[in-house]
């Protein structure tokens, strides 16, 4: 009885330190720390059970999480900004994440608070999108795409909403106006 419960312990202790060698603030392929692209709004309390969740369009006579929230440790630090598929169901998956942490980092060592020559030494770029105010960048077999101000532009390309960016046009000291992970909804799995 005694190795049983002995064993017991001793399992129950390598699970748990198993799971607390995960690094909470490692982005991986369909992952960012404890919250992948399968979560569910309804599932995000438990996830961030120890930091602030702030309920950006709170949804009358709701029972869970359900539309965007916004994450904050506890000294108050914003984490990340969690949007679902559909705001008014607390079935629906995160498929947009913005990350304002730059503790979060990829494998490769890229956060929020990296330049441009940092994406450029370690990604490929598979496409940059023009937009009024801003370039977006999407990085090669990624589901991270970065935006960055035309403010960090050469002056020539700020004020041309069709001009064609190419990569070695945006200067290496640029940094990134928005760091975002981009989830398709997995249309495969039922909903409980």
Do not use: H
Not at 44 to 59: G, Q, T, Y
Not at 60 to 86: F, M, R
Not at 170 to 177: E, G, N, R
């Amino acid at each position: 009885m005694k190795k049983t419960l002995l064993l017991g312990v001793l399992t129950t202790i390598l699970f748990a330190s198993c799971d607390s060698n995960k690094d909470p603030f490692a982005i991986g392929e369909g992952s960012i720390g404890n919250l992948d692209k399968t979560i569910q709004m309804r599932q995000v309390d438990s996830i961030f059970a120890e930091d602030s969740i702030v309920k950006l369009n709170p949804v009358k006579n709701a029972i869970g999480t359900q539309g965007e929230v916004e994450i904050y440790d506890t000294d108050g630090n914003k984490l990340l900004l969690l949007s679902p598929e559909d705001e008014n169901d607390p079935n629906a998956t995160v498929t947009n994440v913005q990350v304002f942490d730059s503790r979060y980092k990829t494998e490769k060592g890229l956060t929020s608070s990296s330049t441009f020559k940092d994406v450029k030494a370690n990604y490929t770029i598979s496409n940059i999108e023009t937009t009024i105010n801003a370039v977006v960048v999407f990085l090669k077999d990624s589901e991270i795409y970065l935006t960055i101000d035309k403010k960090e532009l050469p002056e020539n390309l700020r004020y041309n909403p069709n001009a064609k960016i190419e990569a070695s046009q945006i200067p290496d000291d640029a940094t990134f106006k928005y760091f975002m992970i981009g989830w398709e909804p997995d249309t495969t799995t039922e909903k409980e």
